[in-house]
């Protein structure tokens, strides 16, 4: 079944905007990331964040190891913004890595 | 520091064919991850490599192989093509070994078209 779900899978923001996006886990994490992907395929490092809350200008995210989820704010939102957003983690002591299907984000402006 | 470097950007096979794509890890990272990311899905982990040998692997087929350097870059191998095989291929350095992983940095891809 469905080990690392992201919620929602797609999400229109008008500029300004705040929003939240969620990754639920089925069992344990080592680590988790959440990643932005722009339209050209690239990968970027928001977050290392395997539990606690991390803040980085108008992102934040927090784990929550014990619930198993992931939360990822993105405050006043900005065209620049959109893109795809995957959460990964790591789980069993040979790191199988696993990555959401990802929330698809646009901002209007 | 150098970041995560991968060629060639764009490459065109035809099925049965064999292709090697490459990656160099960004500087100081001794493990290099491999992933598939078909269009408007997320990546899917293909294979780990620790120090010159695989240590962790998804679910696929052993025509997808790997090899690392001493250097650390990384050669993925892909033989007898098949359609299904046209996808972005990344691949991601990170500095770990063993059960705890760090974070990892992605290259900006490979993106293999097979006709």
């Known amino acids: 079944g469905i080990q690392v779900e992201q919620s929602p899978p797609d999400l229109i923001l008008q500029e300004g905007a705040n929003s939240t996006l969620r990754c639920n886990f089925s069992?344990?994490?080592?680590?988790l990331q959440w990643f932005h992907q722009n339209p050209w395929g690239q990968l970027i490092n928001l977050f290392y964040?395997?539990?606690g809350t991390k803040q980085n200008g108008r992102l934040s995210a927090t784990t929550v190891a014990t619930e198993r989820y992931s939360l990822l704010y993105i405050s006043s939102s900005q065209t620049t913004d959109s893109g795809v957003y995957f959460c990964?983690?790591?789980?069993?002591?040979?790191?199988?890595?696993?990555f959401g299907a990802g929330t698809q984000v646009v901002v209007t402006p | 520091e150098t970041g995560v470097t991968q060629s060639p950007t764009h490459l065109i096979k035809t099925r049965g064919q064999q292709v090697t794509l490459r990656c160099s890890s960004q500087?100081?990272?001794?493990?290099v991850s491999w992933y598939q990311q078909a269009l408007g899905q997320g990546p899917q982990f293909i294979f780990q490599?620790?120090?010159?040998?695989?240590?962790g692997r998804g679910n696929f087929p052993p025509r997808f192989s790997g090899l690392q350097f001493p250097n650390y870059s990384s050669e993925l191998n892909v033989n007898a093509l098949e359609l299904d095989d046209s996808a972005l291929y990344l691949c991601?350095?990170?500095?770990?070994?063993?059960?705890?992983?760090?974070?990892?940095?992605f290259g900006p891809g490979t993106r293999l078209t097979v006709l």
């Open positions: 991601a350095s990170s500095l770990a070994g063993g059960p705890s992983y760090n974070e990892q940095f």
């Open positions: 069992d344990s994490v080592n680590n």
């Open positions: 964040i395997p539990s």
């Open positions: 990964r983690r790591t789980t069993d002591s040979w790191g199988k890595l696993q």
């Open positions: 500087s100081g990272h001794n493990t």
């Open positions: 490599y620790y120090r010159e040998e695989e240590n």
